[in-house]
C-alpha cells in the first residue's frame, strides 16, 4: 500500500506543489517568439522599470504605447507577444476618453487569449473590465511603502515561492471578479494578485520599482507621503536594502510563467 511511515515523513503542502511544477518549467526567449511585448504607460516620462529590464534581458523588444499622449493601441494583439498595463496617477474610474479606451481595449487580449499582465492601475482597469468594484479603503488608509505579502495555496501552485513584503503606491484597490483566481493577498488590500482564466493577470505591487523609480517616486509624490498608513521615505529605502532581492528573483519567474514557453524537464 502506498502510504507514509508516519504523519513526520509526508511531504510539506510546499513540498507537494514543488514537486508538481518540475515536470513542467517555462522559458521565456525571444528566438522563440521575436515579436515585442506591448507596454502601455500613463504618464510622459514613465518608464517600464526592471520589469522592462528583465524581458529585455532575455532578448524581448518593448513596443511602448502612451494613450494618454494620443498613442493608439493596436486593434489586435496578433503582432505582440503579450500585453503589460502599468500603473500610474489616474483611477481606474475616470471618465477621461483614454481610461475609458484602455479599459474597452483590455478585451482584444481577452477575446484573443493572448498574454496580459496589469501592474495597480492596470489591475484595477482589469478587474474593472471584468465587472468588479474599485474603491479606495473603506478607512482611508493608503499603502505606500513595503507591505507584507502571503501567497494563496493557488499562488503557490502557480509559482512556489512569492516575496513576503513588497512595494506598493496606491490608495485604491479591487474585488476580485467573478470566476477569477486569487494568488497573494495582504491586510489592508486583501486582493493583491489574481489570475482570470489561462492567459490575464493582475498585480497590486510594484515588482518593477528601481532605485531611480523610487527616488523619482518619493520626490515628486511627496505629499502621498502624509496619507493615513503611508510610511516615511526613509522607511522606503530602508525597506528596500531588505527586502528587494527576494522580489526581483520572483519578478523574473513570474514573467517567465506569465509570457514564457513551456517545456518538459527532463530528469
Not at 95 to 100: G, K, L, M, Q, V
Not at 173 to 188: I, K, Q, T, V, Y
Not at 236 to 262: K, M, N, Q
Request: glycine letters at 10%; hydrophobic letters at 35%; one cysteine or more.
Amino acid at each position: 500500500m502506498d502510504h507514509f511511515a508516519s504523519e513526520a515523513d509526508a511531504p510539506s503542502a510546499l513540498e507537494t506543489i514543488e514537486r508538481g511544477l518540475k515536470s513542467t518549467r517555462y522559458r521565456l526567449d525571444a528566438s522563440k517568439d521575436d515579436r515585442p511585448m506591448l507596454v502601455v504607460l500613463h504618464q510622459e516620462n514613465s518608464t517600464p522599470g526592471r520589469v522592462g529590464q528583465v524581458l529585455e534581458a532575455h532578448g524581448l523588444k518593448l513596443d511602448i504605447r502612451r494613450p494618454v499622449l494620443g498613442q493608439a493601441l493596436p486593434e489586435t494583439l496578433e503582432g505582440h507577444r503579450g500585453a503589460i498595463v502599468f500603473g500610474g496617477p489616474p483611477s481606474a474610474n475616470d471618465t477621461d476618453d483614454y481610461i475609458r479606451q484602455e479599459l474597452g481595449w483590455i478585451d482584444i487580449p481577452l477575446k484573443e487569449d493572448r498574454p496580459f499582465l496589469g501592474i495597480c492601475l492596470g489591475a484595477q482597469m482589469l478587474a474593472k473590465h471584468l465587472g468588479a468594484d474599485v474603491a479606495p479603503h473603506p478607512e482611508g488608509y493608503a499603502e505606500i511603502g513595503y507591505y507584507p505579502l502571503k501567497a494563496t495555496v493557488n499562488g503557490r501552485r502557480f509559482l512556489p515561492h512569492w516575496p513576503d513584503m513588497v512595494y506598493q503606491w496606491h490608495r485604491e484597490g479591487f474585488e476580485l471578479p467573478r470566476s477569477a483566481e486569487l494568488l497573494a493577498e495582504g491586510d489592508w488590500y486583501p486582493n493583491q494578485a489574481f489570475r482570470y482564466g489561462e492567459r490575464a493577470y493582475g498585480v497590486q505591487f510594484h515588482a518593477e520599482l528601481t532605485l531611480a523609480m523610487l527616488h523619482r517616486w518619493t520626490t515628486r509624490g511627496h505629499e502621498r507621503l502624509a496619507l493615513p498608513g503611508a510610511q516615511a521615505r526613509k522607511h522606503h529605502f530602508h525597506g528596500r536594502a531588505i527586502y528587494d532581492a527576494p522580489v526581483r528573483r520572483w519578478l523574473d519567474a513570474f514573467l517567465t510563467r506569465v509570457f514564457g514557453e513551456p517545456f518538459e524537464a527532463s530528469g
